[in-house]
């Protein structure tokens, strides 16, 4: 079975989305990213559940999908107030949580 | 029929209302917590959870007094016919008749039931147990009857007479208490259950009886009643620590009284106990000396002056007697004798009672000094040995009594609160018709005139007294005798006064009365009919045969074994009933007469202005002395409280001063040195340079961390993800 391939492309999915997390300061394309992310995740699990012939990983991924939305809408509202509060969705201008 | 002969056969009753008797108490109890707790919040404000608990508990003490003698009936039942065939057997073997008649006669061939009891372990110290429990024989089975049914007619007459009043709801709750902490004393197993409802009963009557306390003279009044109370209370301590040690450390009521009736007790330790346990009674019975707190817990609303008179609170005296009587029996060397303390506390308390009733305006103060006279009554049966005659006329006194005040408190309703007779009553039997006929039957019921209540249960303490020829008491007790013959003819006297005075005449008052409502005049329609049939129980055997007779010495009295083996019952005397009878009833009529006269000559006069106390200068200091209660007040407040009272106070501030003062100086100067050096040296010096380094510490720390938090969230995201990367080469590196 292909396991190898698929834990090297969530690797490579990862990797991108990570890559986009740090350097984008625009927050959607910064949520874009964690998508990537969790999409990484779900190709592990269900790859991994397909491997050992158990539906769970698939299960899981479906969850994880679920979860994802909510993230998604919760973040998506997020951006959407800063951008009220700052007429701009850059991310590092919004810095007030420093010590 | 040897076995008749003798010991009579007893017999345990069954059923789940003795088993369960912790109910009917419990069921007040609860009901005063609800009121506390959602009273005002209520449409009747509270006065619903009360009646609804009261007559629950009513409801519980019928089905058990019903069971108690449905039991009862039903072994005696068996047992007769049992005792038939063998008497029959008997008289043909060996034509021996007189033998099953004598045992007839004597009542010996009835059963005796035993107590039920119902016992847990409350607490154990030291390989004693303490227990707490119920007892239900027929003792308590009739308090609990008398309680909660003249509990539940004061609750109802109550939601009338105290209608408005600004604390509605709080009277409520303690009603409830009142009527649970006499339940909870009467259902006692153990002395010291009873000492706990003894005192529950005590704070209860403080806060009814000053239950208007804005006024002084009724908070004083309930301060007096409280205080009172104190001083016997201490004598029911030091007695019933007496008797655990006597009984062999235990508290259990049966095991002190089997102890007592065994002889396992010396006689001099139950007489020294049974002291102390006197000077509670006279302090919660209201016995001379110490019954000037009785007269003046008038303060209280008048319905709580019925439940306190007629049910709960000063009855708990007698009540505790009856129920440690082996004790008393031994002690006061009852049985054979012709004057014993407690007979003679007794006797005292009823001729001096009955003797200050006359005096008074207040028609409930009337009412008290009648209940002080007929505790004494009662304290005088007990005394010489008539326990039987002493429960019941605590049960039908119970009755007429709770009809009088009930009566007293609707006259007082119709004269706008006043009780005083002679300035606003006269000629109510024209506006009040109902509490006139209920309030007159009572006065006969306590006056003892047949076939009223009384009349049954004074004969019977009369012939306990053994004073009277032909009666077979206990001892021979003349001078008790002599003293009840005079009280039953005073009892009669002042009460003839009391209704010429507030029924008869001429209204003296301002303003119309007027007749009461349905909620006060059924109560005492109640009450009254009770007065007359409550009589009827314990009719002797001897005069209208054993089918009716003595129905409640069979269900009341104890079984053989819990009572002295030495006990017996006064036979009844038709000539001293007739006798007796005929003084009250001329002591009545004299006096009677004297107010018709009077009446004759001058319609508004309610005393003769030449009188005999105007003539006579020693009718008139005898007048003086009654008036002023014997001066016992004076004794109490002027004497012994001021002649105590300073120098003690003058000692004690000495000591106080000198010796008190100067060791709290002493001690609070060194402890200021304590202090200073304390302060100097481990508060500053340690403690404090402590803390702070350690503060100091963590802000130089913080200062370097801060620059960290930058608020960047891409920079805390490459440190997580830096960091995820450090850990997963360690862990790929481990693997």
Not at chain 2, 33 to 40: A, E, N, P, T, W
Not at chain 2, 361 to 389: E, F, N
Not at chain 2, 465 to 483: K, L, R, S
Not at chain 2, 524 to 529: K, R, V
């Amino acid at each position: 079975m292909l396991l190898n391939q698929f834990l090297g492309l969530a690797a490579i999915l990862f990797c991108i989305g990570v890559y986009g997390v740090l350097t984008r300061r625009n927050g959607v394309m910064v949520l874009m990213s964690i998508e990537l992310i969790l999409n990484a995740v779900n190709i592990n699990l269900v790859a991994f559940g397909a491997y050992q012939g158990d539906v769970g990983g698939q299960v899981f991924a479906l969850f994880v999908i679920a979860v994802a939305a909510a993230e998604v809408g919760v973040g998506l509202a997020i951006v959407l107030l800063i951008y009220r509060n700052r007429r701009s969705i850059d991310v590092s201008e919004a810095d007030l949580l420093q010590g | 029929m040897l076995l008749a002969a003798g010991a009579s056969e007893t017999f345990t009753p069954e059923s789940w209302f003795f088993d369960n008797a912790w109910t009917i108490p419990a069921l007040p109890c609860a009901a005063f917590i609800l009121i506390l707790l959602f009273g005002k919040r209520l449409p009747y404000k509270g006065a619903e959870i009360g009646i609804a608990s009261v007559v629950t508990a009513l409801g519980l003490a019928i089905l058990t007094t019903g069971a108690w003698v449905g039991e009862y009936e039903s072994h005696q039942g068996s047992h007769s016919a049992e005792a038939v065939t063998q008497d029959v057997e008997l008289a043909q073997d060996t034509d021996s008749f007189e033998i099953a008649a004598d045992a007839g006669e004597g009542g010996e061939g009835h059963v005796k039931a035993e107590p039920v009891v119902r016992k847990l372990d409350w607490l154990s110290s030291n390989g004693k147990s303490f227990g707490i429990g119920t007892l239900v024989d027929g003792q308590s089975v009739m308090m609990l009857l008398v309680v909660t049914f003249i509990s539940t007619l004061v609750h109802v007459y109550s939601t009338d007479y105290v209608h408005g009043d600004r604390r509605f709801t709080h009277y409520f709750a303690f009603l409830s208490l009142f009527t649970s902490a006499m339940l909870f004393m009467v259902l006692s197993a153990t002395t010291l259950q009873l000492i706990v409802g003894w005192e529950l009963v005590g704070v209860c009557s403080f806060v009814l009886i000053g239950h208007w306390w804005e006024e002084k003279a009724n908070s004083d009044a309930a301060m007096k009643a409280f205080l009172t109370n104190r001083v016997g209370d201490i004598g029911l301590l030091i007695g019933m620590t007496i008797l655990f040690f006597a009984a062999g450390n235990t508290f259990d009521i049966l095991d002190i009284n089997d102890a007592a009736i065994n002889g396992e007790i010396a006689h001099s330790t139950l007489t020294w106990a049974s002291i102390c346990l006197m000077a509670a009674v006279m302090s919660k019975s209201g016995q001379f000396i110490l019954h000037t707190w009785l007269p003046d817990a008038m303060a209280g609303p008048t319905p709580v002056s019925a439940l306190i008179h007629a049910a709960t609170m000063v009855v708990a005296g007698v009540y505790m007697v009856g129920r440690l009587y082996p004790v008393f029996w031994d002690g006061m060397s009852i049985a054979g004798s012709s004057i014993n303390l407690m007979a003679l506390i007794g006797g005292i308390t009823c001729v001096f009672g009955g003797a200050l009733a006359f005096v008074q305006r207040d028609i409930k103060k009337v009412l008290a000094y009648s209940t002080v006279s007929q505790l004494g009554y009662m304290v005088m049966a007990l005394g010489v040995g008539a326990w039987t005659a002493a429960m019941f006329h605590l049960f039908t006194h119970a009755f007429f009594k709770a009809c009088l005040f009930l009566g007293a408190g609707s006259v007082s309703h119709a004269c706008h609160h006043s009780f005083d007779m002679k300035a606003d009553m006269g000629g109510l039997r024209k506006y009040m018709p109902t509490t006139h006929k209920t309030f007159l039957i009572a006065s006969g019921a306590l006056a003892g005139i047949p076939p009223l209540a009384g009349f049954w249960s004074k004969d019977e303490i009369l012939a306990g007294t053994g004073g009277w020829p032909g009666t077979n008491g206990n001892g021979t007790y003349y001078i008790i005798f002599a003293m009840g013959m005079l009280t039953a003819a005073m009892t009669a006297a002042y009460m003839a006064r009391t209704i010429w005075l507030t029924f008869y005449g001429d209204y003296r008052g301002h303003e119309e009365p007027h007749e009461s409502g349905k909620r006060i005049t059924v109560p005492l329609m109640i009450l009254a009919f009770l007065a007359v049939v409550a009589g009827f129980f314990n009719m002797p055997s001897q005069w209208v045969g054993d089918g009716l007779g003595l129905k409640f010495e069979q269900w009341v009295e104890p079984a053989g074994t819990r009572l002295p083996g030495n006990f017996t019952h006064a036979k009844p005397s038709i000539s001293l009933a007739i006798v007796a009878s005929l003084l009250a009833v001329a002591a009545g009529a004299f006096v009677w007469n004297y107010y018709k006269k009077l009446y004759a000559k001058d319609p508004k006069a309610t005393e003769y202005t030449d009188g005999l106390a105007s003539r006579m200068p020693l009718a008139a200091s005898a007048h003086k002395v009654l008036e002023e209660k014997y001066y016992l007040d004076h004794l109490y407040t002027d004497t012994i409280a001021a002649g105590t009272k300073g120098p003690l106070a003058r000692a004690a501030y000495w000591f106080n001063q000198n010796i008190l003062d100067g060791i709290v100086d002493g001690a609070g100067k060194g402890s200021v040195g304590l202090g200073r050096f304390i302060y100097k040296y481990i508060d500053q010096g340690t403690i404090d340079a402590t803390v702070n380094q350690t503060a100091a510490g963590a802000g130089q720390s913080g200062g370097i961390l801060r620059r960290v938090q930058s608020g960047k969230i891409r920079q805390y995201a490459t440190l997580m993800f830096g960091a995820a990367a450090v850990l997963v080469a360690i862990f790929m590196a481990a693997v």
